[in-house]
């Protein structure tokens, strides 16, 4: 059953199906004016050594959000459109 967040809150799950490092570290989904909405996340670390998570919103396809709050399927996303 798919996690489903409260109204401005989310989760992110390890990706534990990544096949490469292009793929999302983290995924998840968050609630926004009732409707879940997939994101996913990138670990990095910054030129002073800092780790953070780089997001991405997925507001296409909303069966997404919650197939990934399964956290059962690895889909694909292309970060070419990150601006970092």
Known sequence: MPIQSNEGMGVLF????RANDKQPTHEG??????RQIRIVAWQRKSKAGNMFLALSVDKGDPNRAARAATND????HDDNDIPF
């Not at 989904?29 to 009732?34: E, K, L, S």
């Not at 399927?73 to 694909?76: C, N, Q, S, T, V």
């Open 14 to 17: 390890i990706n534990r199906n």
């Open 29 to 34: 989904n968050i609630c926004i004016d009732g």
């Open 73 to 76: 399927e690895a889909p694909f």
